[in-house]
């Protein structure tokens, strides 16, 4: 077979390899550019969701309840656009941390990305269109937020369990969600944090107007025994001994292992981590 070449211009081939090059920038710009784009978006989505949230909880009242033209009851509120913002935050933590939520029968949801509002009472989940819902509590037994820390030698991941105990003898705790510090067989530690806003005053001595609400955090500490009852106490060691009359020599000789005084949370965890290592095996 013989090969025939043709010959082409110089000003076409030049023409052709401009084009071509073009094309394939064009190509290379396309295929760098949407994935970035599509990142930008979801980082935009969820920033928006986020603000969202914050926003409808930022310094709102409550003005009245009423009903919608459906007959359903609403909670109505009002925005006060003087205020500029808040210090502290609404919420046990500011942003959305992943979390597990457990429902009635049994049902869990996990590796969903969970606030919890410490001021209402309300635990908010984001749905994966960047909508924010709010979960109800009383159809939540128990939920989980891991929160992770960085610092300098790392990060590690502190986990929030908040619990409810339906079953408990006292009425008054039945529909609340407590933190648990520590369990075991003798006793749970158990922690209820409030926040409480105070509102920023409307005009100062000199006649000028603060313009910031101030939210505050109000932590209650109680223990559960074996029965069930749960008791509320001071963080001081007379108090600890007298929220646990059943185990008071355990609790004393638990302080005196400690060996150091009983003030924090912190000191409240270790003796209770410590009382309940002395529980028989197998005891209630």
Do not use: C
């Not at 084009?19 to 710009?29: E, T």
């Amino acid at each position: 077979m013989t090969m025939h070449t043709v010959a082409m211009p110089k000003q076409l081939g030049l023409l052709l390899v401009l084009a071509l090059g073009a094309f394939s920038s064009s190509l290379a710009q396309t295929t760098t550019t949407k994935p970035k784009k599509a990142e930008q978006d979801a980082a935009n989505t969820a920033k928006a969701a986020e603000s969202r949230t914050a926003d409808a909880l930022r310094a709102y009242t409550p003005t009245n309840t009423g009903s919608d033209s459906g007959g359903e009851e609403r909670n109505y509120y009002t925005f006060n656009h003087r205020y500029n913002g808040m210090s502290g935050t609404p919420f046990l933590v500011a942003g959305w941390r992943k979390g597990e939520v457990h429902l009635d029968h049994n049902q869990v949801v996990r590796n969903v990305s969970l606030k919890y509002d410490l001021y209402r009472h309300g635990l908010l989940a984001l749905q994966p269109n960047g909508d924010s819902i709010i979960v109800g509590l009383d159809r939540v037994q128990e939920f989980v937020i891991h929160d992770t820390h960085v610092t300098n030698a790392g990060s590690f991941v502190e986990d929030h369990r908040f619990r409810r105990y339906a079953d408990a003898p006292e009425a008054k705790f039945s529909r609340e969600h407590f933190e648990v510090l520590s369990e075991g067989s003798y006793a749970t530690l158990l922690k209820l944090t409030r926040k409480e806003l105070q509102r920023a005053n409307q005009e100062s001595a000199y006649g000028s107007t603060q313009v910031q609400d101030v939210m505050l955090d109000k932590a209650e500490y109680f223990v559960r025994n074996a029965d069930g009852h749960i008791r509320a106490f001071k963080l001081n060691r007379k108090a600890l001994v007298a929220a646990l009359p059943e185990h008071a020599a355990e609790v004393q000789e638990a302080m005196t292992k400690y060996g150091q005084p009983v003030q924090k949370e912190a000191d409240v965890i270790r003796v209770v981590a410590i009382l309940n290592s002395t529980a028989p095996a197998g005891s209630k």
